[in-house]
């Protein structure tokens, strides 16, 4: 029988390992959350974020990426990924030269779909991008092409995911987002914690 530990790192790993090519060896790099810090807010009350350790489905507990010489590979783990009208989940990607965000989004049960863009910047075609939700193992996975972010020796990483439930049916006056951000306690409206760098295997 094997330790429950090594038991434990390979359900963690295993997102990360099905988007690598099978040639590929690569130093995965794993980063851990505070479970339950997730946050809450309403437009309405201009983003004055309140505790919501209820929320499971935008709490990430940790993120595993790997960097291999054609692509980045980022696996975001969550406390219970379940299915909301609206979720999102943002990578933001530091390299020497530029930051990059990749960004998914699943609304209700339907495909999901992935972007890139400069920050501050358009969104532009890049092909071989692609994002997986699964929701047996509380996931989002999602492949970078290395070329499609300049190909640099070594990335930071920032993880931020945000949900949106249905709205209170007992007070229509607003809608509650909630996020987390995957490298720090909470969230920020201003920035995207940072994740220890990652070099290309």
Same mark, same amino acid.
């Given at each position: 029988?094997?330790?429950r530990r090594l038991i434990g790192l390979a359900a963690l790993l295993a997102p990360v390992a099905l988007l690598l090519p099978a040639?590929?060896?690569a130093e995965t790099v794993?980063?851990?959350?505070?479970v339950g810090d997730a946050r809450a807010w309403t437009y309405?009350?201009?983003?004055?974020?309140?505790?919501?350790?209820q929320e499971a489905?935008? %709490? =990430?507990?940790?993120?595993?990426?790997?960097?291999?010489?054609?692509?980045? @590979? +980022?696996?975001?783990?969550l406390r219970d990924l379940q299915v909301r009208p609206r979720?999102?989940?943002?990578?933001?990607?530091?390299?020497?030269?530029?930051i990059? %965000? =990749?960004?998914?989004?699943r609304l209700s049960a339907q495909r999901a779909t992935? @972007? +890139?863009a400069r920050q501050r910047g358009d969104a532009f075609g890049c092909r071989g991008l692609s994002v997986a939700y699964d929701g047996a193992a509380d996931t989002v996975a999602l492949s970078v092409p290395a070329r499609c972010i300049g190909s640099p020796r070594w990335v930071r990483l920032g993880v931020e995911v945000t949900a949106t439930p249905e709205a209170d049916p007992e007070a229509q006056t607003a809608i509650v987002h909630f996020a987390d951000d995957g490298h720090r306690g909470g969230v920020s409206e201003n920035s995207v914690g940072k994740g220890p760098r990652i070099h290309r295997g």
């Open positions: 029988m094997f330790p040639a590929a060896h794993v980063t851990v959350d505070p309405f009350q201009e983003f004055q974020y309140v505790p919501a350790p489905s935008a %709490d =990430v507990i940790r993120t595993a990426a790997a960097f291999v010489p054609r692509r980045l @590979s +980022v696996a975001v783990h979720h999102d989940t943002l990578v933001r990607i530091w390299t020497p030269r530029d990059f %965000d =990749v960004t998914a989004e992935v @972007s +890139v």
